[in-house]
């Protein structure tokens, strides 16, 4: 896992001819020293640019370049708009395999900045035109995963394997390249004012510092997580599932004006639940299972059809009584519905009392909770509390030893806190079996409704049968066997609908037992023995460079790394959060060296590369800043690679650096890092004249 720099190529083109520089970058540490504001932080930026990995730097549609690249070019006093230009970067991996990457940066027309063609070869080979380049595209959705992403093609360079994490709505995404990125790049305008200020929130990423600590640093932790955070997204799926299916059986129900019973809201290791879940109806006025109900249908079907239709007649005495016995279940139907109508205003008249009973609880548990909160702060000055006072009601509070002239008490603050909160919950589960009430009552209400209507039809056709002439066949007769036929037609086919989604559950319950099970071996977040090992390493070297930078803002011995959230702490508290201006720049330092120094020992996912733009903030002492140079020198024998840009007056860096090995850009403090090239551009725009500015070993 390793990515170096070997070399960046810049080229403007302007009406007063072509500008630019050529770098090369050995390993070790490598000092690009230049005037401010003379390009050190364009060279570095351009980098992570041709990358495709700007949105490190925000969402924004132009490159994150300076005027010089982008839209106006200074040379001397002079100005001159840039018409054209282009980012060539050079990169090689761990395996010695070297690619070169193009990238527009300004210019209308031709290709566009999203953009990267990549030769798989250095840059001297490109120029020769013997290996074609192939297309690459950054910034839309799909460049971390696609083979045509350039920050998926990067990846794969790199040799990482960047995990799945868990987003703030809940979904699965990839951790980007951009999110780890500030661990190992510091850019000079934010990077040196956190741990990780670099970090890009777009992606939406669940606690992104520390999913990239833990990437970076290999840990077993990332990939446990992940596989927790994957399993967690099926659980969700499946629980939606779930729900699903479960509410198409409660629209089935609703269709026949029924409920939907004993089925699990939601999902149950065991299938099916004891007892077994089913669809209840209504048949005249009382609830059935729908299953019951089929039967009687087909019992009353298979009576009615082995009785001749009889004429009008015929059916006349029995029609008499069957009107009787009508008007009398239509007149209790009808005084059972008004019964629930009343008892539904009742429900809805108790609900409204509820909730407003349990607005005034949360009122006062909130008022009590925030008087406590403030007590146990120690503030006195015009609390109830302090005057011996109940903050909700006035009453005298007894919270003292001596003897109170009350012969009631009133409960104290805790005890009222407690009170409220049992109040609390005993309105809401009030609360909520009114709903559910209002609920069954409002099902019974449709059914006797829809009762009601059928009795009232069903005595028309009877009156209608009455006065029809006398040989005409019962039209009472004919209509009872359609009702019955139609219904019991409609209730077969919901009962069968059921029963094929009920066919579905017994597979998701066992998928739901799978993942519960799977979930409880990833879910205590424990640490194996090689995450452990890797920590104490990266805790020791941190502590180790603290001290050799120069640290004193408190004792080292009591500062640690969070083994949660892998960040420096001090009794528990963040370490970065009391301490100097430059102490401060020290921890950031001091963490990034850390990281970087453990892969050389162990197996981790750093590539071995830092680019620090303008590391001595704050002012920070020579002696100090000299420190971390020589450190951070160590990078040669390690075959790692650090590029620090800076600024720094000339005489105080060639004394900082006389004791320290490292090489230099070989650019005059003074001059500007694009300069005019003298002969004119090639017609290949890849193989133009820049001067080479090799980094010399100093």
Not at 18 to 24: L, V
Not at 244 to 262: F, H, P
Not at 436 to 465: C, G, H, M, P
Not at 572 to 594: E, K, N, Q
């Amino acid at each position: 896992m390793s990515l170096r720099i070997r070399r960046l190529k810049l080229l403007a083109n302007t009406i007063n001819g072509d500008y630019g520089a050529d770098m090369s970058f050995p390993d070790g540490l490598v000092l690009l020293h230049l005037h401010n504001t003379r390009g050190k932080s364009t060279a570095l930026k351009s980098m992570i640019y041709c990358l495709g990995l700007e949105r490190m730097f925000g969402q924004v549609n132009q490159a994150p370049l300076t005027p010089a690249m982008t839209t106006r070019l200074k040379d001397g006093s002079a100005e001159w708009d840039v018409v054209e230009s282009w980012v060539y970067l050079q990169i090689e991996n761990a395996h010695g395999a070297k690619a070169t990457l193009r990238r527009k940066v300004a210019g209308e027309g031709g290709q566009d900045r999203k953009v990267v063609d990549v030769w798989e070869c250095s840059m001297e080979e490109m120029n020769g035109g013997e290996t074609a380049s192939k297309p690459h595209y950054a910034r839309d959705p799909g460049s971390a995963q696609s083979e045509q992403g350039i920050t998926s093609w990067l990846a794969k360079f790199m040799g990482w394997q960047l995990p799945q994490v868990m987003r703030h709505d809940s979904s699965l995404g990839m951790l980007y390249i951009e999110c780890v990125l500030s661990l190992f790049f510091i850019e000079q305008s934010q990077g040196w004012t956190t741990i990780q200020a670099g970090t890009p929130r777009i992606f939406g990423i669940r606690q992104v510092e520390r999913k990239a600590v833990e990437f970076i640093l290999g840990l077993e932790a990332c990939e446990t997580d992940s596989t927790r955070e994957h399993l967690e997204q099926q659980a969700d799926e499946l629980i939606k599932r779930w729900v699903a299916e479960r509410n198409g059986n409660e629209v089935l129900a609703r269709s026949l004006k029924g409920a939907l019973r004993n089925f699990p809201s939601a999902p149950q290791s065991s299938w099916p639940p004891l007892p077994p879940p089913f669809l209840e109806v209504f048949q005249e006025g009382l609830e059935i299972p729908l299953r019951a109900a089929i039967e009687k249908d087909k019992e009353m079907l298979a009576q009615i059809d082995s009785i001749e239709i009889p004429t009008a007649d015929e059916a006349a005495k029995s029609i008499s009584d069957e009107l009787t016995a009508s008007y009398n279940s239509l007149q209790e139907a009808e005084s059972i519905a008004s019964s629930l109508d009343d008892e539904f205003s009742l429900e809805q008249a108790n609900h409204t009392a509820l909730e407003t009973r349990l607005t005034v609880v949360n009122e006062d548990l909130g008022r009590n909770k925030d008087t406590k909160k403030l007590r146990d702060m120690g503030a006195t000055g015009g609390l109830a509390l302090a005057r011996h006072e109940c903050p909700t009601c006035h009453q005298h509070v007894n919270d003292t030893l001596l003897s109170q002239k009350l012969e009631q008490e009133v409960m104290g603050l805790e005890e009222n806190i407690a009170y409220l909160a049992a109040q609390k919950q005993t309105l809401e589960k009030m609360r909520d079996r009114t709903i559910r009430a209002s609920e069954a009552i409002e099902r019974r209400r449709n059914a006797v409704t829809v009762y009601t209507s059928e009795l009232r039809q069903k005595i028309r056709y009877l009156k209608r049968t009455l006065v029809s002439s006398g040989i005409a066949p019962s039209e009472a007769a004919i209509r009872e066997r359609i009702v019955v036929s139609e219904r019991l037609e409609q209730r077969e086919a919901a009962q069968n609908e059921f029963e094929r989604s009920l066919a579905a559950f017994p597979q998701l319950s066992s998928q739901w037992t799978e993942i519960q099970t799977k979930l409880k071996t990833t879910k205590a977040r424990v640490q194996s023995e090689s995450d452990k090992e890797k920590i104490r390493v990266f805790a020791a070297r941190f502590k180790e460079a603290l001290n050799e930078f120069g640290f004193e803002s408190f004792p080292l011995d009591t500062v640690s790394i969070d083994l949660d959230g892998y960040r420096p702490k001090r009794e528990g508290f963040d370490l970065a959060y009391a301490v100097s201006a430059s102490d401060h720049v020290r921890i950031i330092a001091a963490y990034i060296t850390a990281l970087f120094e453990t892969a050389r020992t162990t197996k981790t996912n750093h590539p071995g590369l830092l680019l620090l733009d303008e590391p001595r903030q704050q002012n920070m002492q020579w002696p100090d800043f000299a420190k971390i140079l020589k450190r951070l020198a160590s990078s040669l024998a390690a075959k790692q690679q650090v590029i620090v840009a800076t600024s720094d007056r000339p005489d105080a860096i060639q004394d900082l650096m006389k004791d320290i090995p490292h090489s230099r850009v070989s650019v005059a403090y003074e001059d500007w890092l694009l300069r005019k090239i003298e002969s004119p551009a090639k017609a290949d725009p890849d193989a133009s004249d820049l001067p080479q500015i090799d980094a010399l070993p100093s």
